[in-house]
């Protein structure tokens, strides 16, 4: 239903303004008394063998929603109803900021890819607090963390701090994004002296905590093997908890999308189904390379079971969705573990 009607109309307009009235058709929706229980029953699928236990963390299965869709953190609650294992929040900033100017999110349809140039468009630090007090505890949920736009190079592991210290009392994991292509300014964090840094200020704040959470590094697809290399290196200095693979990508390489609307959409963080093999490669060579030394989250052009598992083979241990999930709909959720289980 959703691929035959839904999605026609819905991609008929603005992919952003799609999105904020999603928001409100499920919130709208998931009001009605009897509509979460009908939501779970048809797309949750509960059962032991689809349990996951990572960083200390029990995912009741290992099928995420990645960070970009609920920033907010407005939806998390009802889409625990959509059987995901994991939500993850954010990007979230110390300040709200509005993003780079619109029109800046696009669907490339032949493609079956999204290009964004939101730039961490979201309410700040202060918000995402007060609508996590709302957690309802269906499910894990991740904290994605950046800087501000407009903060200074030498300010920017104060941003992290900042947030790190704000929503450690309510999320179950860190992640830190330090790959995103659409925020200005960003050069200092592709340095891995600098996220050197960064790791150890923020797990030094964490081993001062009751309880410590899981942190982990979020990195591009584009990496050449050197710095994948230096990735390996850098997870087993620090100890970081892990990695997610990957961010969007910034190569055009193999698209079907013409040269002039290429141009015409400018740049911008390319995601779904022309990143799948690019995120793939970097989870095994990640998984290899390091003899499977650290726990990797798979992300990356995943609109089928066959992708999902094929991530999973190359050496990933959790996955995540979104650009899938805007082009599937929410029964991908439900395909994919079914398609777990029925491997296990």
Do not use: W
């Not at 450690?168 to 600098?194: E, I, M, R, T």
Request: with cysteine.
């Amino acid at each position: 239903m959703y691929k035959l009607i839904i999605r026609p109309i819905f991609f008929i307009f603005d992919p952003e303004k799609i999105h904020h009235f999603t928001f409100s058709l499920v919130k709208f929706l998931s009001k009605i008394p009897f509509i979460p229980s009908l939501f779970r029953g048809l797309y949750q699928v509960n059962d032991k063998k689809l349990e996951r236990n990572l960083f200390g963390l029990t995912f009741k299965n290992p099928v995420g929603l990645a960070a970009g869709f609920d920033k907010n953190a407005v939806l998390y609650n009802e889409l625990a109803d959509f059987g995901f294992g994991f939500v993850e929040i954010g990007t979230v900033t110390p300040k709200g900021q509005a993003g780079n100017p619109k029109k800046r999110l696009f669907r490339l349809k032949d493609d079956q890819g999204i290009i964004n140039r939101m730039g961490f468009n979201n309410e700040g630090l202060a918000t995402a607090i007060e609508q996590l007090k709302k957690n309802k505890g269906k499910i894990i949920l991740g904290g994605n963390i950046g800087k501000n736009t407009n903060t200074a190079p030498e300010d920017y592991t104060e941003d992290y701090v900042e947030c790190f210290k704000g929503l450690h009392p309510y999320v179950d994991y860190f992640v830190l994004n330090v790959s995103c292509p659409n925020v200005g300014s960003h050069a200092k964090l592709d340095d891995v002296d600098y996220l050197k840094e960064l790791i150890t200020e923020v797990q030094k704040l964490n081993n001062q905590e009751s309880v410590q959470r899981p942190i982990l590094l979020k990195i591009a697809p584009d990496l050449n093997n050197q710095q994948l290399d230096e990735i390996i290196e850098l997870v087993a200095e620090t100890k970081i908890d892990g990695v997610i693979a990957s961010n969007t990508s910034v190569n055009r390489e193999g698209l079907k999308a013409s040269k002039e609307r290429l141009e015409e959409i400018g740049n911008g963080g390319l995601s779904g189904q022309p990143v799948k093999e690019r995120s793939t490669k970097v989870i095994k060579y990640l998984a290899d390379n390091s003899n499977k030394a650290f726990p990797i989250i798979g992300v990356g052009g995943i609109h089928s079971e066959k992708d999902a598992l094929e991530k999973l083979d190359a050496g990933a241990d959790l996955v995540q969705i979104y650009t899938g999930f805007i082009y599937e709909g929410p029964s991908l959720v439900k395909r994919i573990n079914k398609a777990i289980l029925a491997k296990s």
